[in-house]
């Protein structure tokens, strides 16, 4: 049984940094490619960064590139999402994912719960 428990939310000022992290289990962790996605109020879910299995190769959505960063320890079945310039338009419920192979292809076989990041304007 895959879990994803997401955490590391929380309410920041805007201009302000968060990490949050998604602990994996259940799987061999390398061999997946993660994601995460956030759903802002009123909404609907939306891409935010992908990384490979390996942790070579990365995808931002446009609205992140350049302040948001992803990364991988597959030592510790954990990938982060290390979130610089904050804006208020961040505000979501941010969710991490799991594809079913190790090169990111939009497909997501598991999901974690999310968790909540409020960025005040």
């Known amino acids: 049984q895959v879990q994803l428990v997401a955490s590391g939310g929380g309410l920041v000022q805007a201009g302000g940094s968060l990490r949050l992290s998604c602990a994996a289990s259940g799987r061999t962790f390398s061999n997946y490619a993660m994601a995460w996605f956030r759903r802002a109020p009123g909404k609907e879910r939306e891409f935010v960064a992908a990384?490979?299995?390996?942790?070579?190769?990365?995808s931002y959505a446009d609205s992140v590139k350049g302040r948001f960063t992803i990364s991988r320890d597959n030592a510790k079945n954990t990938v982060y999402l290390q979130m610089n310039s904050l804006k208020p338009e961040d505000t979501a419920v941010y969710s991490c994912?799991?594809?079913?192979?190790?090169?990111?292809?939009?497909?997501?076989?598991?999901w974690g719960q999310g968790t909540s990041v409020t960025v005040p304007s």
């Open positions: 990384i490979s299995g390996s942790g070579v190769v990365t």
């Open positions: 994912a799991m594809s079913p192979s190790s090169r990111w292809s939009s497909i997501v076989t598991y």
